[in-house]
Each structure stands twice: as C-alpha cells, then as structure tokens.
C-alpha cells in the first residue's frame, strides 16, 4: 500500500517552460488536493477534486491546470512556470478524518 | 478573515524538557482541528483529529487539547527523535463547502 505517491521529487525549470506534476493514489480516495509549502506560510491550496471529472480551485489557482480523469491520479500542470512558483508541492488525499501527503516535489524556476 | 497562527515558531528544548506547542484559530463553523508532523524533505503525516472543545487526544509523547479558540499540543519528555516541525491545521464551513486553513508550523528541536 503504497499511499499518495508523487513525482518528480525535485524539478529545475526555466522561465517560460510547462511541466506537468504528477501524483497518484492507491487508497481509493475521493478527494484530491494540491498544495503548494513556502517558508513562512501555512500550507495553501492550488486546486481540488472531489472525484474522477470534478475539480475545483482552490486559495492560489492561478498559472495551474488539473484534471482528474480517474480516481487513482490527479496531474498538476503549470501551464508558464514563472519565479513565484518556486515551492515545494505537495499532493494529498482526503478520509474522513485528516490528510494523507505525498513526499513532496521540489520545484525551482530560474 | 479565517486565521490560524502558531507560536512559538521554533522552540528548542533538551531531552526529557516538557513543553507545549499553540495553535490559535478564529473561523466561523469550526469542523474539526488537526495537528501533523512533518520531517525535512517530507509530507505532513497525520497525527491528531479534534472535534470540540474539552477533547484530548494523546500518542506516545504527545497529548493535543482543544478550547473554543486554541488547542495545544503538549509534549512530555521529548526525545531527540520528536524533532519536526509540528503543523496545525482548521477544517471550517466556507462557501459552498468547507475549507482548510493550515498554520506555518512550529519547528521542534530537541537536543540530547
């Protein structure tokens, strides 16, 4: 059981560049979220999902797309990635009591 | 405006040294507070759910209380290996749904 898995862990891109981040689960969870961890601040959320072909966004949404085509993976894209993206990303899925997280993925815009 | 604040924002304590980590929070239609644990370089893990004020929670070393306007999370005799930064985080009734807010976390560090 290999709980909320995310890939990459870590990702230099230059400005300007898209890529698509990745994170799957394996608990059969309905709900999916993103968030993005900068120093000094609170865990924010970028998007959300509550199953397979709803997403909604979330605090931050702004230069990131979702989709959830299945209940298993829910793909982050940054369309134009830009300096301010510079964060660690995390990917969660929801029970009904808390939050399981992935490890993270590092992301460095230069 | 929907708030979560810890303090102190980093504490360092020595081994078998008793101390309590804040979480303050003022949000409208409270559904539930969480306190996680988290490790450089990786995901918070879960560690509490509380639903109203009065209840406790306890793990090993940590005991997490609740009132209408805080919650604590205790830690008795830490060890070394209770190093992390502890998160805090509110589940509340937004628009259309509910929301969660998370605090910036307290860095624990507890030194042999």
């Known amino acids: 059981n290999a709980g909320v898995t995310q890939t990459p862990k870590f990702q230099v891109l230059k400005t300007g560049q898209s890529m698509t981040l990745q994170c799957a689960q394996d608990m059969n969870h309905e709900y999916m979220s993103w968030y993005r961890q900068d120093p000094g601040m609170g865990l924010r959320l970028i998007h959300y999902s509550v199953g397979a072909g709803i997403t909604d966004q979330g605090e931050v949404p702004n230069g990131y797309n979702v989709s959830r085509s299945t209940t298993e993976d829910f793909p982050l894209r940054l369309l134009s990635a830009a300096p301010s993206q510079t964060s660690v990303y995390f990917c969660?899925?929801?029970?009904?009591?808390?939050?399981?997280f992935g490890s993270g993925t590092r992301l460095t815009v230069v | 405006e929907d708030q979560v604040t810890q303090s102190p924002e980093a504490l360092r304590l020595q081994e078998g040294e008793s101390s309590s980590l804040n979480c303050s929070y003022t949000?409208?239609?409270?559904?539930?507070l969480f306190w996680y644990r988290q490790d450089p370089g990786k995901g918070p893990e879960f560690l509490f759910t509380?639903?109203?004020a009065g209840e406790e929670k306890e793990k090993e070393r940590l005991k997490a209380t609740l009132t209408k306007k805080e919650s604590f999370l205790h830690i008795t005799a830490p060890k070394p290996e209770d190093s992390a930064t502890y998160l805090c985080a509110v589940q509340a009734q937004g628009t259309g749904g509910f929301k969660t807010i998370f605090g910036a976390g307290t860095r624990l560090f507890v030194k042999a």
């Open positions: 969660a899925s929801r029970t009904g009591v808390g939050y399981t």
């Open positions: 509380l639903y109203s």
């Open positions: 949000v409208s239609g409270l559904r539930g």
